[in-house]
């Protein structure tokens, strides 16, 4: 039962506590970009997730207690009791769960990346004008839609017109890549 075996209990404290430690470490991590975050939390996440096996002995001889810890603590043990056999060993298994850890952290930022992406062209979908728009607010001309209310051209079509005659725009009529709508806010000098 989860309320008198004292082992499941210290393992769900475990478990709650090294989810709270992950959690805080993302978030320090926050000045880091998504991917170095994410490979740096899942690896450790796979070295304080991963279980080793370990033996104590016990004050009278010939016992001993086998039980399962993590492997971080396995290995702190080992190392200061001097046991080189097991902290090897440990030592190994940590490593490997941290490339393991390292190998979900990547392939998360993977599928994120590809979710971002998606977002990012629907994005740019949704923002884009329609073809019949521009036409009806650039006159019919073939132009691109690329004329102010003015008719000066805007840097997109500036590229055909002659070198000979230099184009200056002021700064205070210069327009952004979205569509330039029928009215025009009036500017105070």
């Known amino acids: 039962m989860l309320t008198t075996d004292s082992m499941s209990l210290l393992w769900l404290g475990y478990a709650v506590l090294s989810v709270l430690v992950l959690i805080t470490g993302y978030l320090a991590l926050g000045f880091l970009p998504r991917l170095p975050r994410l490979v740096i939390s899942w ?3 796979g070295v ?8 104590l002995r016990l004050l009278e001889q010939g016992e001993s207690y086998h039980g399962m810890a ?4 396995v290995a702190g043990l080992a190392f200061l009791e001097g046991e080189h056999s097991v902290f090897s060993s440990t030592l190994f298994l940590l490593i490997v769960a941290a490339a ?4 979900c952290g990547l392939l998360l ?4 990346r590809g979710r971002a992406e998606a977002r990012r062209q629907a994005k ?3 923002n884009a004008p329609s073809d019949s728009h521009d036409d009806e607010n650039n006159g019919g001309s073939n132009d691109g839609g690329n004329r102010r209310d003015d008719g000066t051209a805007t840097g997109a079509t500036l590229s055909a017109i002659p070198e000979d005659k230099p184009v200056t725009q002021p700064s205070h009529t210069r327009q952004s890549h979205s569509k330039v709508s029928a009215r025009q806010e009036p500017t105070l000098r």
Do not use: Q
């Open 70 to 73: 993590p492997a971080a603590v």
């Open 100 to 103: 393991a850890g390292a190998g």
């Open 43 to 45: 690896a450790v996440a």
């Open 48 to 55: 304080m997730w991963m279980p080793a096996n370990y033996s």
């Open 109 to 112: 930022w993977w599928v994120g």
């Open 124 to 126: 740019l979908k949704r």
